[in-house]
Each structure stands twice: as structure tokens, then as C-alpha cells.
């Protein structure tokens, strides 16, 4: 499974838009990008994932440029109802499904 | 509907003796997944279930852990002889099953505490 890497934190205010992007080099052709958020004592919450280009749903919209070797998990608006940890995951589509989940990046938005 | 249940939600044992944690996925969803979360940690997995077999073991750290599911529903996974080093809070997800893999349902998670 192709490994990823994200930045480990960032901080927001409310109401901006944030952007996080996380480098998948070693992508393979079947994987797909997935993105989980997990608030502090709570399971991951799954919140989108795609193949190519661009994916949108009422939480958020993922970029996907077409060498597929990063993504761009965009948050609008954010509210501090939206400070968690997002974790960025490169899933097989030819495997159990597992997920790797790596060390993910903490948002912290502030009033 | 009712989402991924687990019990207890919290445990405190001390080392050495056996443990076993509890999940129930959500009704219909066919493959099931244990990970556990050590403090300030990111997931780690440690089993899959496609209904009541377990294709991939790969992620359980020792032979003191193991886990069954019945009637492709519930899940225990079964910890013997804890050592403090199993601490952690142990999440199970359910999800309709592969080719559906990456979305998965995560329960709250069982806090495990070995003293």
C-alpha cells in the first residue's frame, strides 16, 4: 500500500476555507484516496474519497490531480466544530480493504 | 439506524489476566475490522472478517490475541495474559465488504487499561 504523507498540524479561523494535501508517490493504478476525521474519543468518521479529479459532497471536496501522486482534502468555512484530527489513507481496491492509517493532521481553528 | 456498538466501553484488568472485547456492526454489512488506537497514536490494524472467516490476520501482535466472529454479526476479540503494553483503545469497524472497503463505520472503541 502506497504511504502518505501529510502535515502534521494546522491551524485555522472560523469561517476560512482550509486546504490539506497529502503526497501518495507510490500510488498504484487500483488505489484509491480516502479521507477519515476523528475527534478526540470518537472512532474516524469517514469523509470522502475518489479516484481522479474531483469529488464533492456536503462536508467536503477532494482534488485530485492526474498524476494521482497527491490529493487535496478542501474543508469550506470551517467552524471550530471542525477541529479534529484528518487522516489521508491510499486504499486498494484489489485487497481485505484494510486501512494504514498514518499520524494524520490535528486542525486546530480558532475563533 | 444503529451504528457499530461496542462493549465494554471501557476495561481496566490487571496484567496477566484475559480479556475479551466486544462488536457488533451494523446489520448487513458483511466485513468487519478490528484496529487499535494507543495514546496520541494513529490506528493500527489488526484483523479483518469477510462474514465468519478471517483472510487477513496480519496485524495482531502476538499469539495472545485472537478473535472470531459468529453468525457473520458480532465480533469478540480475546486478549490472554495482558501485559501493560495492551493498553490502548481497541475500534471496531463494519463495512458493506470489499470492493466497499474504504468506507468503513467505526464503533466508539473499547479503552483497554492494563494495571
Known amino acids: 500500500l502506497a504511504k502518505t504523507t501529510q502535515p502534521i498540524s494546522m491551524d485555522s479561523y472560523e469561517g476560512q476555507e482550509v486546504n490539506i494535501t497529502c503526497s501518495h508517490n507510490?500510488?498504484?493504478?487500483?488505489?484509491?484516496i480516502t479521507w477519515y476525521q476523528q475527534f478526540p474519543s470518537q472512532g474516524p468518521r469517514f469523509i470522502i474519497q475518489?479516484?481522479?479529479t474531483k469529488v464533492t459532497n456536503e462536508v467536503a471536496s477532494l482534488f485530485i490531480p492526474a498524476d494521482r501522486k497527491s490529493s487535496t482534502l478542501s474543508l469550506p468555512r470551517v467552524s471550530l466544530s471542525d477541529t479534529a484530527v484528518y487522516y489521508c489513507?491510499?486504499?486498494?481496491?484489489?485487497?481485505?480493504?484494510?486501512?494504514?492509517f498514518g499520524q494524520g493532521t490535528t486542525l486546530q481553528v480558532k475563533p | 439506524g444503529a451504528g457499530v456498538s461496542q462493549s465494554p466501553s471501557n476495561k481496566v484488568t490487571e496484567k496477566g489476566k484475559d480479556v475479551e472485547l466486544r462488536c457488533d456492526p451494523i446489520?448487513?454489512?458483511?466485513?468487519l475490522y478490528w484496529y487499535r488506537q494507543s495514546l496520541g497514536q494513529g490506528l493500527e490494524f489488526l484483523i479483518y472478517?469477510?462474514?465468519?472467516?478471517?483472510?487477513?490476520k496480519s496485524g495482531l501482535p502476538s499469539d495472545r490475541f485472537s478473535a472470531e466472529r459468529t453468525g457473520g454479526s458480532v465480533s469478540t476479540l480475546t486478549i490472554q495474559r495482558t501485559q501493560q503494553e495492551d493498553s490502548a483503545v481497541y475500534l471496531c469497524?463494519?463495512?458493506?465488504?470489499?470492493?466497499?472497503?474504504?468506507?468503513?463505520?467505526f464503533g466508539p472503541g473499547t479503552r483497554l487499561t492494563v494495571t
Open positions: 469497524a463494519s463495512s458493506l465488504g470489499y470492493p466497499y472497503g474504504g468506507e468503513q463505520y
Open positions: 507510490n500510488i498504484a493504478t487500483n488505489d484509491y
Open positions: 475518489g479516484y481522479k
Open positions: 489513507l491510499v486504499v486498494s481496491g484489489s485487497n481485505t480493504g484494510k486501512l494504514i
Open positions: 472478517f469477510q462474514g465468519n472467516s478471517a483472510p487477513d
Open positions: 446489520s448487513g454489512h458483511t466485513a
